[in-house]
């Protein structure tokens, strides 16, 4: 059976940067199991799986703009350091801002006295993202799992041993990163990307005393 829309995809990925460090891989772990064409991982990889079958081995170069988009400097930007509830802030960490469009992740740039410097862009923002894939299975979807999707919400949750690569949106349990909006619980939904007006807190702007609580850290 090849891969095609509304299948459920079992896979093993290697995710890699330009200069060949890997960044995130399944090898080693339960596969990454998502259901092609309802945007659960990023665009680029899943247009590369259409028409592959179990046993296919196959790379591909998925560009920023199929992937977690270009950098935008608009999401980096200063917010009061009351924002964050009295937290021992520090250069690195990631916090989990409240927003109207959900939950999205922000990283810490500079911590300044009564300031903190926010970036709402995905880590891998402007990065071309190079896959290694095998396939493991392919099924068509039932009408359960299908029907189930649409309950789904977004939710961060801290991942440890968990798959966190792949672009993130609504895959299995236990991978983070394959797309990053519209999947279920348990699955990192903040790809960071494409974020405008009213995600004050996660890297944008007017923040006021009513962004104060939404910050955690992750």
């Known amino acids: 059976m090849q891969i095609a829309h509304q299948t459920v995809v079992q896979m093993h990925y290697t995710l890699k940067d330009d200069n060949g460090n890997t960044i995130d891989s399944s090898v080693g772990k339960e596969p990454l199991e998502y259901i092609q064409g309802l945007g659960m991982i990023v665009p680029g990889l899943e247009k590369a799986m259409v028409g592959k079958s179990v046993g296919d081995k196959f790379e591909v170069v998925v560009l ?78 039932t009408e359960k ?10 939710h961060c949750h801290d991942h440890e041993d968990e798959h966190e690569c792949c672009g993130g949106k609504g895959h299995g349990e236990g991978h983070e990163c394959c797309g990053g909006k519209n999947h279920g619980e348990g699955h990192e939904c903040c790809g960071g990307k494409n974020h405008g007006e009213g995600h004050e807190c996660c890297g944008g702007k007017n923040h006021d005393k009513d962004h104060e609580c939404c910050c955690k850290n992750k």
Request: hydrophobic residues 35%; contains cysteine.
């Open 64 to 141: 920023p703009a199929e992937g977690y988009g270009e950098y935008n400097k608009g999401l980096v930007s200063e917010i009061p350091k009351t924002a964050f509830q009295g937290d021992d802030v520090q250069v690195g960490m990631t916090f989990y801002a409240q927003t109207p469009n959900g939950i999205l992740p922000i990283r810490i740039l500079e911590v300044k006295e009564d300031k903190v410097t926010v970036d709402a862009n995905h880590e891998l923002a402007g990065k071309n993202l190079n896959f290694a894939i095998e396939v493991v299975s392919v099924r068509q979807a």
């Open 145 to 154: 799992e299908l029907e189930s999707l649409q309950h789904h919400h977004c």
